[in-house]
């Protein structure tokens, strides 16, 4: 492709969940527009491909609780129209301070149900002295590369064009268009760019417009627990520590999401497997709950995510033309809340909805 220059309307760059979800909302709100969309590898096979997949009803502000609402529906309304996607829905409880439940009631949605339990019924996971727990409802996960490869065919079908194994090592706004320079040394010129890296901040082509944002990288570390779910088991969500333990039902085993501490790292240098000080806090943390299942816990993923200032998702214009839209910096919330990012984005660039063309219905 080199010395190849290609237009088109939109170019998405960045093909994870968020990414792929803001190209399936804009082709469902104007599918009249020529969309590409870009990645440096394959879709999905970053952060996305990593994600535990975790969606729960809840948000400590009251965008990310609309958000977190609207996703919640858009999730359920695709489950309903593709009953064989990979989004298994699972019953919740949730451990926090005794005396926290207005707290806990301010944060959750309405469709989480919270009512108050005893003891964890069963398993490994006990409420330690001062702490009470919650049944919930709301939840589900999901194989996160497996739905955004779902959503890549249907895009596929619908006339929107993958440029896979394409790194953007240029990208300039203009007066009249956004000039993208691949690797592979084609030239992309699109009206208008969705930009949306995952924890990619650092990338020359876009580091500087990218910079005033103040989103930070931090670690993301999860421990496989090499024991099988019972049927039935719920999510349990360690709320005070930002924590929780996931039944894979799909894969036969637990997963234990914790708070790593590790900033500004890069998506190009964590990959290297988990370190001693990663599993001791990890550990430290699991302990506490559930101190049968850390000898269980000996290893499992990292990546990273990328977080904006307020712990919110970043969705604007990064140039006075508003030509580039950054969305992301969702602060590891990147599934649960990327419909949502992609409604935002997708209202930024078509601000007026043509009518009879209902959002975010794409086939």
């Not at 082709?27 to 996305?48: K, N, Y």
């Not at 990288?217 to 421990?223: E, M, P, Q, S, T």
């Not at 993923?301 to 200032?309: E, H, I, N, S």
């Not at 969705?315 to 910096?329: C, E, Y």
């Amino acid at each position: 492709m080199a010395g190849v220059t290609t237009g088109v309307d939109v170019a998405v760059v960045g093909a994870g969940v968020i990414g792929c979800m803001v190209a399936r909302e804009l082709h469902a709100r104007a599918p009249q527009t020529s969309l590409m969309v870009l990645d440096r590898d394959t879709p999905a096979s970053g952060a996305s491909r990593r994600s535990a997949g975790l969606h729960f009803p809840r948000g400590a502000t009251e965008r990310i609780r609309h958000m977190a609402a609207l996703s919640h529906d858009r999730y359920a309304a695709l489950r309903t129209r593709h009953p064989g996607v990979p989004l298994h829905p699972l019953p919740m409880t949730l451990i926090g301070a005794a005396t926290g439940e207005r707290a806990l009631r301010d944060v959750y949605l309405p469709v989480a149900r919270l009512r108050r339990a005893g003891p964890v019924p069963g398993g490994p996971v006990r409420v330690p002295e001062g702490a009470a727990a919650w049944t919930g409802e709301g939840c589900h996960y999901a194989d996160v590369h497996g739905l955004t490869q779902f959503v890549v065919r249907r895009l596929r079908a619908g006339g929107v064009v993958f440029r896979e194994g394409a790194r953007v090592t240029g990208l300039r706004p203009g007066e009249r268009d956004v000039e993208l320079r691949l690797g592979t040394g084609e030239v992309v010129r699109a009206g208008r760019v969705v930009l949306a890296p995952g924890p990619w901040l650092a990338e020359p082509a876009w580091r500087d417009l990218v910079a005033p944002l103040g989103a930070r990288v931090k670690k993301v570390v999860a421990l496989h627990v090499d024991v099988a779910p019972e049927p039935g088991d719920p999510v349990v969500v360690l709320h005070d520590e930002d924590a929780f333990l996931l039944p894979l039902h799909d894969r036969g085993h637990w997963l234990f999401s914790y708070t790593c501490p590790e900033w500004d790292v890069g998506p190009d240098a964590v990959t290297g497997g988990i370190s001693a000080r990663n599993l001791h806090e990890a550990h430290a943390v699991l302990a506490r709950y559930a101190p049968e299942l850390v000898r269980h816990a000996p290893a499992g993923r990292v990546f990273c995510d990328a977080y904006g200032p307020g712990r919110e998702p970043l969705v604007g214009p990064l140039d006075p033309a508003g030509r580039v839209v950054f969305a992301g910096a969702a602060g590891g919330s990147g599934y649960r809340l990327a419909p949502a990012i992609a409604a935002e984005a997708a209202g930024l660039l078509l601000p007026k909805k043509p009518s009879g063309v209902p959002e975010g219905m794409a086939s």
